[in-house]
């Protein structure tokens, strides 16, 4: 009734597939929460009613990696844990991204040992660093924001040129 | 040079599982049983707990849990720096009830050292630690109804706990992991205008638990899930060093609260809600009780609250205020000593003992006279609690031992340290 | 009370405690590695004693002592409420002590634990594996010998592409 009438003269809107296909996918980001430690209670705070994440379109926090497409790592990855966290990120399906919640996961955080992984992008490619120990909800939400931006810009093309074998795990 | 390790090399493990329960025979039809893997990555594992069950069919014959996917190195960290540096690492042990942990510790630092801190200071780390527990029993509660399927409680627990966290905000200036104490008292003074915060908060809480109370307690399904299910007997509590809650429900009244008080818990009257069925019902009936229980010692404690200093008078052991050490130069020599040198406690060891919410936190020291600890142990109690998970699994179904997971209420950062 | 402890270890096995400490009102004794089982069902099954709860078993690395370990085991009497803790020194070359499960059931994790950080070797532990650490780590972390920082390669990552 009003979008319609606001938007168009002839009942047609242009636009470029990729634009339509970029905002579908960045308004309903359905995160896999790889809640390891503390990171995870501020991560179920942005899921509770004060911060509410649902509003940005991810309204169910899927368990399954084979369902979801971000892969918000919270909490601090040891080198057995390592391991787990690889697995369930090549378990899911193209395309997805990752959101590296809070300092243990960007570079190791306070925990300078022997057994902790210093920052996961050494073995897995992250989208988003989150400052904070542990990050703020409002923190969390505006790393979300910055992956919607990010999948507002991407195109196509971008999956072209990548190999069957690499897509069907 | 070095082979090449399996990281995750599962031979001893299995073992393990299949000689737990080496006089059970298979007949049924099938004629073998499955091996499953409870892991790491689950959504009612309340973290990084591997449990890997044998089953035969729906029915668990024997468990092993795995421990370590989150050993973060915490006491060899604490051998390479000071006792004031430990604190924020304390704060990150039971992430759920924070300010606990930080309580705990900078008392176990006290009693090696042999200070008192102010009255006020003792005040104001009641107050906290007990709006702590509080905070803490929303998550276990929260997390263990929505296992159990009632979703709804996780966010009506969650906005509770916000409330608290906007009391912390106010109070220490962070929401979640504070670390407001200091060995000799606390870090900051808390204003009237957080108390009136808090008074707030309680005065409306009654009628939320409430809510929550009508929401679950005569709910058939809830009931049916959880009556009967992961009986534990008060002999097997005691021998496992089961403490908290899980040991409270199977009907042995210990309170490291009331067997040996600190603070000043001998002056308040609370009681110790024991119930003796020890299943997993009784410990959400307990874990519920033990938050009114919180709720009574808040309000006495906000009563009785006495004005005065916060950090304790002992110039070599504890950091002077900021404004002083700026504006007066022996407390600019003793920040300088303290902070290179460290607050050297005499040469012993002792263990300190704090009734956490998950059960009993105990700190075992041992100094050497310098500044860092020679050894610092950390007594946790989700480790201890999780000892008596294979005995409370067997025979019963998959989901129980979601259920019971839940009601044991671990947490992975303190079992794992 | 620790004239209660010491009058009845040293009926039944006279010259079993070397010494006893009292610090800040916590009382320890040190006992001799080879009558620590026999003190440990003592205090377990003592009617006025009944030590029923072990709460922590732990070791001390003290580098550059001739024993160079100290194994530590706190028990807890909620008959007395008294908390009493046990020492018995271990040289680095003979590193085994008898387990004490078969009096304290919650022993069991806590020695395993001991196991994987000191490489203290417990006789007759029902199920004696590492407990943090992967099963096929070489090193004990806890020891005054191991960097903080960890050896490089003893922790593989896991496979990934550039």
Redesign the interface.
């Known amino acids: 009734m009003g979008l319609e009438a606001k938007l168009t003269k002839d009942g047609f809107i242009t636009t470029t597939l990729d634009a339509v296909i970029a905002w579908s996918r960045k308004n309903s980001v359905w995160p896999m929460p790889m809640g390891i430690s503390c990171c995870a209670i501020e991560m179920i705070a942005a899921a509770d009613p004060k911060y509410d994440i649902a509003r940005f379109g991810s309204e169910v926090m899927r368990f399954s990696p084979r369902q979801s497409d971000l892969m918000i790592v919270a909490g601090t990855v040891t080198y057995k844990m390592a391991h787990v966290v690889r697995r369930i990120y090549d378990q899911m399906p193209d395309p997805k991204w990752v959101i590296a919640m809070g300092a243990c996961t960007s570079s190791g955080g306070m925990y300078r040992s022997y057994n902790v992984v210093q920052g996961i992008d050494q073995f897995l490619p992250v989208d988003v660093y989150t400052a904070g120990c542990p990050p703020r909800p409002e923190n969390l939400l505006n790393a979300l924001m910055a992956i919607q931006e990010k999948i507002g810009k991407s195109k196509a093309r971008d999956y072209q040129d990548i190999p069957l074998e690499k897509i069907i795990k | 040079m070095?082979k090449?390790?399996?990281?995750?090399?599962?031979?001893?493990?299995l073992k393990?599982l299949m000689?737990q329960a080496a006089d059970i025979t298979i007949d049924d039809a099938l004629e073998n049983d499955m091996i499953i893997n409870m892991?790491?990555?689950?959504?009612a594992t309340h973290?990084?707990l591997r449990v890997v069950l044998r089953l035969d069919g729906e029915k668990v014959i024997s468990s092993v849990p795995e421990?370590?996917?989150?050993?973060?190195?915490y006491?060899?960290?604490a051998e390479?720096m000071s006792y004031i540096e430990f604190i924020?690492?304390t704060d990150?042990l039971d992430?759920?009830a924070t300010m606990c942990n930080n309580v705990a510790y900078v008392l176990a630092v006290e009693?090696?050292i042999?200070i008192e801190a102010p009255k006020r200071a003792q005040y104001i780390r009641m107050i906290i630690a007990e709006l702590s527990r509080i905070a803490a029993h929303m998550?276990a509660i929260g997390t263990f109804a929505m296992d159990v399927g009632a979703v709804t409680m996780?966010?009506w627990t969650?906005?509770e706990?916000?409330t608290i966290?906007n009391i912390f905000d106010r109070v220490a200036g962070a929401?979640?992991?504070t670390s407001y104490t200091r060995i000799g008292g606390v870090a900051s003074d808390i204003d009237d205008v957080s108390l009136k915060m808090i008074k707030d908060f309680l005065d409306q809480f009654a009628a939320a638990l409430d809510e929550m109370a009508r929401l679950l307690n005569s709910n058939k399904i809830f009931l049916d899930r959880l009556d009967g299910v992961g009986v534990l007997s008060k002999e097997e509590a005691?021998?496992?060093?089961v403490?908290g809650p899980s040991l409270r429900a199977s009907g042995?009244e210990?309170d490291v609260r009331r067997?040996?008080p600190y603070l000043f818990y001998n002056e308040m009257d609370f009681n110790i809600p024991t119930y003796t069925e020890g299943d997993c019902l009784a410990r959400y009936h307990l874990r519920a009780e033990e938050v009114k229980e919180s709720v009574k010692i808040l309000y006495q404690c906000l009563e009785k609250i006495p004005a005065g200093e916060i950090i304790a008078n002992e110039p070599k052991k504890v950091l002077a205020h900021k404004t002083e050490i700026y504006s007066k130069m022996e407390e600019l020599i003793h920040d300088f000593m303290i902070i290179n040198q460290g607050i050297n406690p005499p040469v012993?060891?002792?263990?300190f003992?704090a009734e956490n919410p998950k059960g009993?936190l105990?700190f075992?020291m041992?100094s050497n006279g310098t500044g860092y600890p020679?050894?610092l142990?950390i007594?946790s109690p989700s480790?201890?609690n999780l000892?008596v998970l294979p005995i409370l699994c067997k025979g019963c179904m998959v989901s129980d031992v979601v259920a019971i997971i839940g009601s044991l209420d671990p947490v992975?950062?303190e079992a794992?340290? | 009370m620790k004239e209660i402890i010491l009058q009845k270890i040293n009926a039944q096995i006279p010259g079993a405690v070397i010494e006893s400490v009292e610090f800040r009102n916590d009382l320890s004794i040190t006992v001799k590695r080879e009558n620590l089982l026999k003190a440990a069902q003592i205090l377990y099954s003592d009617p006025e004693l009944q030590f029923d709860m072990c709460k922590d078993v732990t070791a001390i690395d003290w580098a550059k002592r001739k024993e160079r370990f100290t194994v530590v085991y706190q028990v807890y009497s909620f008959k007395n409420n008294f908390e009493l803790r046990i020492k018995v020194n271990l040289e680095e070359s003979d590193l085994s002590i008898e387990s004490l499960t078969s009096v304290w059931k919650s022993a069991n994790w806590y020695e395993r634990e001991t196991f994987d950080m000191y490489g203290i070797n417990f006789k007759n532990h029902p199920d004696l594996r590492r407990f943090y650490m992967p099963e096929e780590f070489e090193y004990y972390p806890l020891r005054k010998d191991f960097p903080l920082l960890g050896i490089p390669g003893s922790l593989p990552l896991p496979e990934h592409e550039k």
């Open positions: 070095k090449e390790i399996n990281i995750s090399n599962d031979e001893k493990l393990a000689s892991g790491p990555q689950h959504p973290g990084v421990l370590g996917y989150l050993h973060r190195g006491e060899k960290m390479n924020p690492h990150r992430y759920t009693k090696l042999g998550v996780v966010m969650f906005r706990r916000e966290q929401r979640f992991t005691i021998a496992h060093g403490t042995v210990y067997a040996k012993g060891d002792v263990f003992s009993e105990g075992y041992v020679w050894k142990k007594r480790a201890s000892q992975m950062g794992d340290k």
